[in-house]
């Protein structure tokens, strides 16, 4: 991303790029200013861990730093694999200061370019513009892939969103039941990684704020229920149940299709969506379906997806039942732990039992 100036304590304009400068020869760091500072902000340091320190305390990042090789405390070397382990620092550009028999060295280690000693200044003008050039052509890019990365994220968030509000309007729901469920499922997740649970640093790696996303398709499939059976006043029987499971399957089919028209097939996005669509009628003790899995061989994303769905169709009416009282859903919901639900969700539930409450009466 661009970096347009360093720390307001260098006073200079904010649309001046600057240059950190790192050698332990005091007339090399004038001479280098010297040659710089009519284009640059030039900002110098004595040894790699003095630079360091600088790149600690600068608000935006030089565009380039001009490293001395060998230096006391820490050579130039040992500054740039530190600057290389570090997120923050391993995108600035290095150009090495060099004797003529270092410069193979100097780009084997991950320099950019090199500049050698006794400095011209016309060549140090022109590497140092070069290098700059090249950081401002890659900032660009980056930023314009990230808007248009933004830009698709959004309306594909949007569009599953709309197909999400569909079902729900054609099962007589009015979309609200899609916004209930993700946010117990929010709830969820935020008090499981509050406490530090066996979960929380699975979740951490699941982007939970995209399973929070992915709920809204947890009922895609049932665009393929005939009426007659999705709108139903009453229990179905046998017959009409199977047809009904097949949700999860229809529902597996259509992501399926999405991940083949997106251009990252590994979207985390569209794999929690393609868990919590297939697997979010399975049960922790084996029963449910489409598959009979068993215990964490059903997705995390699909096992928050079964509690937060289950609960909201105890305590809400549908057109088959009438609300159950949030007392009644939750022993419904205790009395599931490690048959129909992960145990460790269903203490969860408990002791976040008031913020379901709230969600429900908030979001009818």
């Not at 200079?12 to 040659?35: Q, Y």
């Not at 969820?188 to 530090?196: A, G, R, T």
């Not at 393929?224 to 029987?237: S, T």
């Amino acid at each position: 991303m661009p970096e347009e100036k360093v720390q307001n304590r260098y006073g200079l304009s904010p649309r001046v790029p600057s240059v950190l400068v790192v050698d332990d020869v005091e007339m090399n760091r004038m001479i280098l200013e010297e040659i710089l500072k009519d284009d640059y902000t030039v900002v110098t340091a004595e040894n790699g861990k003095k630079a360091l320190e600088e790149l600690g305390r600068m608000q935006v990042f030089p565009k380039i730093i001009l490293l001395d090789v060998f230096m006391p405390e820490m050579n130039g070397y040992q500054m740039l694999e530190a600057m290389k382990a570090d997120e923050n620092y391993k995108r600035i550009p290095v150009i090495f200061i060099t004797t003529s028999d270092s410069e193979s060295e100097a780009l084997a280690a991950g320099a950019v370019d090199f500049i050698s000693k006794p400095f011209l200044p016309e060549i140090v003008k022109l590497r140092v513009r070069n290098q700059v050039e090249l950081k401002n052509y890659s900032d660009n890019l980056e930023q314009m892939v990230a808007e248009k990365t933004a830009e698709a994220t959004s309306t594909l968030d949007n569009t599953l969103q709309a197909i999400a509000n569909i079902i729900e309007y054609r099962n007589l729901e009015s979309g609200s039941h899609v916004k209930r469920t993700q946010y117990f499922c929010k709830a969820l997740i935020d008090y499981l990684m509050e406490v530090n649970s066996p979960y929380g640093e699975e979740l951490r790696k699941m982007e939970p704020d995209i399973i929070v996303k992915a709920m809204a398709l947890h009922d895609v499939g049932k665009i393929g229920i005939p009426d007659k059976i999705l709108l139903k006043p009453g229990r179905l029987d046998p017959d009409e149940y199977e047809i009904m499971k097949t949700h999860t399957t229809v529902g597996r089919k259509i992501i399926e299709e999405m991940m083949k028209a997106v251009v990252d097939k590994n979207s985390i996005y569209l794999r929690h969506c393609y868990d919590i669509a297939y697997s979010h009628h399975e049960r922790f003790d084996g029963n449910g379906y489409p598959q009979g899995l068993k215990g964490t061989a059903i997705s995390l994303a699909a096992r928050l997806a079964s509690l937060s769905d289950v609960y909201d169709a105890l305590v809400c009416a549908r057109v088959y039942k009438s609300a159950m009282s949030y007392e009644e859903a939750l022993k419904i919901i205790t009395d599931g732990r490690g048959t129909q639900f992960d145990p460790v969700l269903t203490d969860a539930v408990v002791q976040i039992q008031d913020r379901f409450k709230e969600i429900s009466q908030q979001n009818k």
